[in-house]
């Protein structure tokens, strides 16, 4: 099974009306031109308010955008928190990004990367090392 990305601007939806088992109902909207609207379809997919997701399909994590395309590759990479993600390049070295793929800072080795709500957490040799990144004030 694969997630979607969805148009809105091309999706037509639809009101249907559901039985909720219990002797009431409920309206949900749905889109019924599915095939026309999706852009993409991976295997993971997490939204994000940056407007670049973090998408996987087998061992390749990147980054899309609204429609689909490959805005941006790595060997590992976190979601979004906030404007700021971190990801490990190529030579194996974790560096914090900004929204816009701007290298901010050089965190050090790394096999891994993921973000746990709101840290994100660097894998070396089966160690965690987490931590919080914020903007200067």
């Known amino acids: 099974d694969k997630l979607v990305l969805v148009d809105l601007e091309k999706a037509k939806f639809e ?8 002797g009431g109902s409920f309206t949900v909207s749905v889109v019924s031109n599915l095939e026309e609207a ?9 939204l994000s308010s940056t407007g ?4 996987q399909n087998g061992d390749d994590w990147f980054y899309i955008d609204g429609k689909g395309e ?3 590759d790595y060997l590992a990479c976190s979601n979004f928190i ?18 816009d793929f701007n290298v901010l800072s050089q965190i050090g080795e790394a096999d ?15 160690k965690v090392k987490c931590i919080r990144v914020e903007k200067n004030k």
């Open 82 to 99: 906030g404007e700021y993600a971190v990801v490990v390049k190529d030579d194996g070295i974790a560096y914090v990004i900004d929204s």
């Open 70 to 72: 490959i805005v941006a």
């Open 15 to 22: 009101e249907r009306t559901i039985d909720n088992g219990y």
């Open 52 to 55: 670049k997701f973090l998408a």
């Open 112 to 126: 891994d990367v993921y973000s746990a709500g709101n840290v994100f957490c660097i894998v070396k040799n089966g």
């Open 38 to 46: 999706i852009v993409a379809q991976y295997d993971y997919i997490e």
